[in-house]
């Protein structure tokens, strides 16, 4: 049951995007439609999952038998960098064309807040590992479901008459707004689930 609990309230309840407000560069960069944005949802979650596992290992069984704890946040990024490259190569092999669409995106998956964020708040909370891969492959696939429904959005919005001082980045944000407005109404449902099952 704790399992489910982290999958609804990573994807629904915190959002990395719409309630933690991370990621939010490619979420407003790689949004405009909904094939690059369904890749860079692919290439961020591969990234996320691996970086949580790989990070999860290096603080558990180096850093912490070491006494390199403050180390940590160096560690990570190196690791993220790493993992970010081994993508972009396998991208550019398999699919040159979405190598292409994602363009500068693609290595800003290492700056990318929302990849770090995970890989420290599995250890700022203390989670086991079997834990830390299903907050992270959770948190991958609400960054794609935020990322995706903004993309849906943004492409019916060429085909709307906006007007013209809301046009370009204004209706965006306020879009963004409002999507992230809708997604706290799912606030208290993992708060709910935990009080059905005895779980507090």
């Given at each position: ?7 609804i ?31 860079m ?16 290992l290096v ?13 940590q946040?160096?560690?990570f ?18 699919s040159?064309?979405?190598?292409q ?6 290595p ?7 990849v770090l964020?995970?890989a ?7 989670m086991?590992?079997?834990?830390s891969?299903?907050?992270?492959l959770s ?6 479901l935020?990322l ?7 492409e019916q919005?060429?085909l709307?008459?906006v007007?013209?001082?809301?046009r370009g ?23 709910g ?8």
């Amino acid at each position: 049951m704790e399992y489910i609990l982290i999958f609804i309230s990573a994807i629904f309840v915190n959002n990395i995007v719409l309630a933690q407000f991370l990621g939010i560069c490619p979420f407003l960069g790689v949004s405009k439609k909904i094939d690059t944005s369904l890749g860079m949802s692919a290439a961020v979650a591969f990234v996320m999952v691996l970086a949580t596992l790989v990070t999860w290992l290096v603080q558990t069984y180096v850093l912490v038998p070491a006494g390199l704890e403050y180390l940590q946040t160096i560690a990570f990024i190196l690791v993220i960098a790493s993992l970010v490259q081994m993508v972009e190569i396998i991208l550019k092999k398999v699919s040159p064309t979405l190598y292409q669409a994602l363009g500068i995106f693609l290595p800003l998956i290492t700056t990318n807040c929302a990849v770090l964020g995970v890989a420290i708040l599995v250890i700022q909370k203390e989670m086991n590992l079997g834990q830390s891969i299903v907050y992270a492959l959770s948190t991958a696939i609400g960054f794609g479901l935020a990322l995706t429904v903004f993309a849906g959005i943004r492409e019916q919005l060429e085909l709307t008459n906006v007007p013209k001082g809301m046009r370009g980045m204004a209706i965006v944000l306020v879009s963004a707004g409002l999507l992230s407005l809708a997604f706290m109404g799912f606030s208290g449902v993992d708060n709910g689930l935990r009080a059905l099952f005895g779980l507090n």
